[in-house]
Structures are given as C-alpha cells and as structure tokens.
C-alpha cells in the first residue's frame, strides 16, 4: 500500500468542517471582510511574480485551519513525497507518475524500476532540442530541399491540448513555424487541414503515448495516404515524426527509428506536455523558451514540495475546491482567463481535472459516498462576460471561479490593457458585493424614474452577490509564468485527489466507449445486427441509410 487510503468522511477534521458550514452558512463573504480589516492580507499569497486573492470566498480563519487539518490528516505531506519520489501511486495502471521529473530544477536521481531515469530525461530532452533547433534553422529540410514551414500536430486529449493551449498561450514567442493540430477522428477536420498545407514543407509530428488511438492513427493513416500522393515512399522520413511509448508500432506505420522521440510509461497523457509529448510546443516557440516553461513548471514544484500548507497555493486553492464541492455541494467551477491567448486554458484544464479526479470508487475499490471531481468550464473574459456571465450573476446556481490575469500586457497597450483589467476586478466585485434594493432605488431616483417604476423593475436589478471566487493576478504571460501556472493547477489536482482518496492518474473511464464504438463499427457493413439495445440499433440502421 503506497498512499494512505482513509475515508476523508471518517476524519476528524470532515466532521468539525461540517459543524463549520452550518454555523457559517448563512454569512456573507462582506461580512467576513467587515469582521476582519486585515481580511485581505491574511487569505492572499505572494508567491514569485504570482499573486493570489482569495479573500472573496465564503470561508473565515476557522474553515480555513481545518480545512488544512483535514489536508493534514489526509497524510497530504507523506503523499507528496511518494508523488515526487517516483512511488507508483497510480496503482491501478501499477506507474509511477513523474511528469515533476522532467523539470527539475536541480536534476537528481529519481530510481523507477530500479533505474535512476534522470539522466536519461535530460538526454531525450537534448534529442528533442537540437532535433528542434534543426527544423527552426532550416538546416532539417523536406524532401525536395525546402524549408519546413508548418508543423501539424496529430494527437488527441493529452497528446493534443496541452500542446494546442500552450502553442497558442506562447503565440507571442512563436518563431516562423506555424503549428496546426489535428485530433478529432471526423474526417472534415483532417481534410480542412490538409487544404491548408504544402507537402513539400510541412512537418508531421504524432504524438501517441499508445500508438493504438484510433482518431490519431485514422488521422496519421489519411495525411500519410495524401501524403505519398504527393510525394515517394522516401519522403517520410523529411516529413514525418513520431512521439510514442511504443517503438515498434511507430516503425510498423512507417516512421524510421531516427524519427521517433520516447514517451515513457511514467507520464500520463494529460501530463505529457512537458515531455517530447510537447515536441510540437518546442518547435513553435524553440528550446530556450520551452526550457523557460519546464523552470517554471519546476518552481511551482519547489514551491509545492516545500511550502507550508498555509502558504502554498496549490494546497489553499485545492481544499477551496474541496469546501464549495463536499461542503456547499456545488458542482461546478468556472476558469476565467483574462487573456485571449488561454483561450484554450479551460478546456485543456477539463481534461487535466475531469479525466483525473472524475472517478466514482475510492483507493480500496468502494463506491465514494461523497462527491469527488468537479465539472471544470470556462472561456477568456471579456467574451466571457457578454456570454455566460447573466447566469453566474444572477442565476440559481453558486458557481465559484478563477479568474486569471496578467499585469503587464505583451503587446504595450495601455488603453487596452487598462480597460480589460478594470473588467478582471469589476467582475469578482460585483460577483460579491452584488446590488442591494436601497442602492439601486437610490439610483433609479436619480435617474428621475417614479415610484411605482422604481418598484416594477427592482427585482430584476438586484443583484444578490455572495458569490465567490479567486483571483490569480501574475506579472506577465511569460512561458515560465504559464509553466508555473499550469503545474499550480496540476498539484491542485493531486490535493483534491489525495484528500477524495481516489485514484487520480487513470483513466479507465474513457474505455468503455471505444470498445462499444468499435462494436458499432463493425456493424456497419454486416446485414445482421443484434447485439445493441434497441435505441442504438435503430440508430444503426438510420445511419446506414445514409451510408454511401
Ligand atoms: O482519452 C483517453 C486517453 O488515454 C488520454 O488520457 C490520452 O491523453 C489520450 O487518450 C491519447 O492517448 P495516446 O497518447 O495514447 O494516443
């Protein structure tokens, strides 16, 4: 047994958090600042050039001491050290889980199966950089002596958005190249690619752990095929790399041994970002800034590993998560970045957090009787705002966020950069302070509306406010500021998962419905069809209708 497998139901701390919540249910987050003027200092942390506030929450010094009991009393400190120490705490998968290892900041051994894999990182990190280096210099040509140009990337959930959230998140350290990513199996999506690209200077790069997912086979199958259209058998090896755990299924597609990077066992999927499972990453932004992201994800680490609990921001923003989820029974959590090149932050986030903590079963293979994962959504405000914001204001449901934002913009702008911060604040103010009933008859009077207009239109102006959230307010989008970003949010997984005592680093639930797909599949083309339920099968049918 590696991780302390404890019912967090059972613990002490649980029990006082819930007399906790019942004593403090019906506060106000503006009653806690009234209570204590040093509010804000005590619940925010500065940490390297990050900021975190998270006084307008609805939790006072009492919740928050025993939420780092329970935090405590969840061997969380013994866990940690079992995480970086390379014990193989995904248990079901018998892995270690070492994405920590490939950014350390002062490499040492790390032992898996007996073997320190340290220096072997550092030389498959030195492979990647000058296979990198040679593509951006032009000194790795295509097959007919050009330049490559666009790289396309073939890969899906880990082994595409991170890779896609950081591209775009670095764009404003994007050299030349230009990376598109192709990941869904539908066919319009390969093609549109395709449409785009010049065979003689683009660069494939598939990147599967597995080598076995059948959208980025059917995808690498389809460009391959237009591909040798184009140009001979020969070309491949200009054109067409691969990044896998398995060897000998990428040479059986056709990619030589020279071409292939390693994954290995050790990193997850999600996770894989920061390995050669971030190759595509690397090529766009180069070596020097991709080392930036690895420090930085390798200082959040430190940070992580080291600080006291109160003062460690993966920690607080965790047992956050865990007090609105377990405690308020809220469902779901909203990621706001405040900044159009993380777009794509919450739905890479989706998979980071859903695909590890939405698990149903505890460490000693029981039902959980409390809620674990939470559903993870968002988009980057301002567009936020004029979309689903009406619902977070004023609708039924509690939903706490976090908002991300940056101080100093990359493109100097002050205009710009002053009017999309001013929304960064207004919005987590108003979130709390909401619109009282006197404030706005004040204002309707001043406006010179009547009584009896004042009094028709109120309820639907009021806001009621008490709505939480964090602010995560970081100098500036840098690729280290987004590496330690990123590795916040992951160490924020680990947390939760440790305290739901749940199995964060598998994903057995995504099983299911390839095997079943697969199944349907082969219907297709068969005449007799009798093993599906009968809605699906109707379905089947329908579809062959339109078969060609
Ligand atoms: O969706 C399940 C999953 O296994 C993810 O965890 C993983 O990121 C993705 O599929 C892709 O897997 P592979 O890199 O093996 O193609």
């Given at each position: 047994m590696i991780l302390n497998k404890h019912n967090p139901l059972s613990l002490k701390s649980w029990k006082l958090l819930e007399s906790n919540f019942g004593k403090n249910a019906q506060k106000k987050i503006t009653d806690y600042f009234s209570e204590d003027s040093d509010r804000v200092k005590k619940l925010s942390l500065q940490w390297e050039s990050f900021y975190v506030d998270y006084s307008k929450n609805l939790l006072d010094q009492e919740t928050l001491d025993l939420l780092l009991a329970l935090a405590e009393e969840s061997g969380l400190n013994q866990a940690i050290s079992d995480y970086f120490e390379g014990k193989k705490i995904n248990e079901t998968e018998k892995r270690a889980v070492l994405h920590t290892a490939l950014r350390q900041l002062n490499p040492r051994t790390i032992m898996v199966d007996g073997q320190n894999i340290t220096p072997k990182i550092e030389e498959v990190k030195k492979q990647m950089y000058d296979f990198a280096d040679g593509v951006i210099s032009g000194k790795w040509k295509g097959y007919t002596g050009k330049e490559i140009t666009h790289i396309v990337n073939i890969g899906i959930g880990g082994s595409d958005l991170g890779p896609a959230m950081v591209t775009e998140a670095l764009k404003f350290y994007n050299n030349h190249l230009q990376v598109t990513f192709v990941s869904n199996v539908e066919g319009d999506h390969v093609e549109e690619e395709i449409k785009k690209i010049d065979p003689e200077k683009t660069l494939f790069v598939i990147v599967s752990k597995t080598f076995t997912t059948q959208e980025t086979l059917s995808n690498a199958n389809t460009i391959k095929k237009w591909f040798l259209s184009h140009a001979p058998v020969s070309a491949i090896s200009n054109h067409f790399v691969a990044v896998s755990n398995s060897l000998e299924k990428v040479i059986e597609f056709g990619i030589a041994s020279e071409n292939i990077l390693p994954m290995n066992e050790w990193i997850g999927g999600r996770f894989s970002?920061?390995?050669?499972?971030?190759l595509s990453i690397c090529l766009a932004i180069g070596p020097k800034n991709f080392e930036d992201l690895l420090q930085g994800a390798g200082k959040m680490d430190e940070h992580f590993r080291t600080a006291d609990f109160k003062e460690n921001m993966p920690v607080i923003l965790a047992l956050i998560t865990i007090w609105y989820n377990n405690f308020w029974g809220v469902e779901t959590e909203a990621i706001i970045p405040y900044s159009q090149y993380l777009k794509n932050l919450p739905s890479y986030l989706q998979q980071a957090i859903m695909e590890s903590n939405g698990k149903g079963v505890d460490q000693n293979g029981n039902p959980v009787d409390y809620q674990t994962g939470n559903i993870i959504w968002g988009a980057s405000g301002t567009n936020a705002q004029h979309a689903f914001f009406q619902l977070m204001h004023q609708g039924t449901k509690m939903i706490p966020a976090d908002f991300i934002g940056f101080a100093k913009p990359l493109n100097q702008d002050n205009d710009h950069h002053d009017k999309l911060i001013s929304n960064f604040f207004a919005q987590t103010q108003a979130l709390m302070q909401g619109k009282s009933a006197e404030i706005l008859r004040e204002e309707l009077t001043l406006q010179g509306k009547s009584h009896e207009e004042i009094e028709a239109i109120l309820p639907f102006k009021i806001f009621e406010g008490n709505r939480p959230s964090n602010t995560l307010f970081i100098e500036q989008l840098t690729p280290a500021n987004l590496g330690s970003l990123i590795a916040l949010y992951e160490h924020r997984i680990f947390v939760q998962g440790i305290i739901w005592n749940i199995y964060s680093y598998d994903q057995w639930g995504v099983e299911l419905g390839k095997q079943l797909a697969n199944n349907i599949l082969k219907d297709f083309d068969s005449k007799k069809i009798d093993h599906h339920d009968p809605s699906t099968h109707q379905l089947i049918e329908h579809y062959k209708k339109f078969r060609s």
């Open positions: 970002l920061w390995s050669t499972g971030g």
